[in-house]
């Protein structure tokens, strides 16, 4: 059958009845899906075949479009969890916020993970999970980790076994002025090819060989790393 990506809202662990917040598509573009509350909500895309959200296979392709929001914030509590994900091909150029008294989780997934811009804002005490298998920073992701960074949000960037992937490339300098915390955690290797630098107290973390298979190195190709 035709398989489309279907939005699933859940509340508190809460699944709520069928149709409600659900919005089949191939691609989320040009909407807006949002709430707020004491505390966030929670929102996972993924595909179907069919309908049945009881039975759901993970997206080979997921997109967000540019123009396209999520927002699962908390007006007096804490943000609430949004993770994208596909078994094969992710694109991001939309924005997803969890923001609160507290931040959030965002995770942005895919064996392939195509980032074209937008913005990412997990809250202050929040955090971003990124995990393709292959991972390169240029300056349009390098923008986007900065701008979460300095809202406060952790941001890790991980990479996965696949082949003779898991690599993490710095193409394109880091900076922020927050406490935030940025985590490289690669299968394989990290190379820091572009500067890396906290003013404001935040850590770096880089995890070459994550999984102890005994192969990953850390290397520095003109970056440096300054906290």
Known sequence: GVVEIE???????AQLPQGIGA?????????????QRDEGFRVLMQAATGLNIQTIANAQTTTIEAGATIAADGTSGAGGNVVVWSDGTTSFAGAISTQGLRGGFIETSGHVFNFSGGSVN??????????????????????????????????????SAS???????????????TSATLTLSAYRNIAVNAGIASSG???????????????????????????
Not at 7 to 13: K, N, T
Not at 23 to 35: D, E, M, N, S, V
Not at 133 to 159: E, M, R, Y
């Open 7 to 13: 939005l699933r809202v859940i509340q508190r662990q």
């Open 23 to 35: 919005q089949p598509a191939h691609a989320i573009a040009g909407c807006q899906l949002g709430k």
């Open 122 to 159: 997990a809250g202050r005490g929040g955090s971003w999970l990124l995990d393709p298998v292959d991972l390169t920073i240029d300056a349009t992701l390098a923008g986007t980790i900065a701008a979460a960074l300095n809202a406060g949000s952790d941001v890790t960037q991980l990479t």
């Open 163 to 177: 082949g003779s992937g898991g690599n993490i490339t710095v193409t394109s300098g880091i900076s922020w002025l």
């Open 201 to 227: 107290g935040g850590g770096v973390v880089l995890r070459a060989d994550n999984s102890g298979t005994g192969t990953g190195t850390v290397t520095f190709g003109g970056g440096q790393i300054s906290t």
